[in-house]
DNA sequence: TCCGCCATCTTGACACTGTCAATATATCTG
DNA sequence: CAGATATATTGACAGTGTCAAGATGGCGGA
């Protein structure tokens, strides 16, 4: 039988370094950076490696999303928990939600823009835990009716306003933090 | 002294025809299809062609991404001309938004998602057109006040929300055009 | 009309990518 | 300790963007 994390073999975890160096490379050089090939090097192990972990250079940008999400999941959390009540919970919550995707533009992409085919389980499961997540803290704050409703429309703003920072898409004489606070309390 | 469209060279029109062909690519076989010698190939020219109407490839993405751009003002320009109350034009526009992005979803991520250095004269002005369609829309709906802020808010909400749809981050429950329906009224 | 110039296109090459097959090596199991 | 198996390497292939050099053809000036 195999050990679940498969400790020590000829690397030691070389699937755990690929996510590591890919997630690297991803927040100093961009996507345009990110390459089997260049994961590999950073690994020290040959281009061919990474084939008998990831079946294909998308299964490692899957999973490369995957800590994104869990990392982003953390610190929306680490955000509503400064506040005290639910509705200002949430909206501590969209700006910790902004802050990350500013931080971190190209793992924020990869999460959301990618073409990332849910194969993974782990970014499944790392997708839906951010989404109840979301949902929780509306229902907290407004109520369970249309709840469904509430928590898409929060996340298209959030998510949308995200976007189009990172993408410099905004007015450069907008303002965003203020936009945000505005935006967040009309909520 | 130059004719500023050249018309009639060895091609006739290279030019436009590589955006055309990569437009068509981007529509029938998605981003990851959309490759110089791609465009060549439907064109009918050799790989290196593009080269002398395209310094990079980047620009030959940006100035598909213009004519996205331009497709896309006359969408909504078409969505709100079936309205006649400003505020029901605003919310006829947003409906023409989410539309296009599913209609053109690749299109779509190509004009917002790119790292498309915006270098391109043409992208530069349709990507403003497109910003004064809406904040004119804004205002002729709910007044010149804080038109800035409110433009944004509403972009943001409607980009965030066609986002999520186009890459598959809604709940598969949710019945989107009656949230799109809501989410607008509430504008 | 003819000629030269220059924009345009082709050909060929280079370094890079992801993926595959064959081979080598180390670890685990019996 | 030896065979089996998981892991890593080497080498190859097709495909990509980009560059350099050569071929081709239309345009303007004589």
Redesign the pocket.
């Known amino acids: 039988?195999?050990k679940k994390p498969?400790?020590?073999?000829?690397?030691g975890d070389?699937r755990g370094a690929l996510i590591k160096a890919g997630r690297e490379i991803l927040e100093k050089d961009g996507a345009a950076a990110l390459?089997?090939?260049?994961c590999?090097r950073k690994a020290g192990?040959?281009?061919?490696?990474p084939?008998?972990?990831f079946?294909?250079?998308?299964d490692l940008l899957a999973e490369i999303a995957a800590t994104g999400y869990e990392d982003f999941h953390q610190a929306l959390d680490d955000g509503a928990a400064k506040e005290e009540a639910a509705a200002a919970k949430l909206q501590a919550m969209g700006r910790s939600y902004v802050t990350f995707a500013k931080a971190h533009p190209a793992v924020y992409k990869l999460m959301f823009g990618a073409e990332t085919p849910p194969k993974s389980e782990h970014l499944q499961h790392a997708m839906s835990a951010a989404w109840n997540q979301l949902t929780s803290a509306v229902t907290a704050a407004y109520g369970p009716d249309e709840a469904q409703l509430r928590a898409v429309s929060t996340w298209s703003l959030v998510h949308g306003f995200a976007m189009l920072a990172i993408n410099h898409r905004l007015p450069p004489t907008l303002d965003q933090a203020r936009a945000l606070e505005t935006m967040t309390s009309r909520l």
Do not use: G
């Not at 498969?6 to 690397?11: A, G, I, R, T, V």
């Open positions: 039988m195999k498969p400790k020590n073999y000829h690397h070389l390459t089997l090939r260049a590999a192990v040959s281009h061919a490696a084939q008998h972990h079946p294909t250079a998308a």
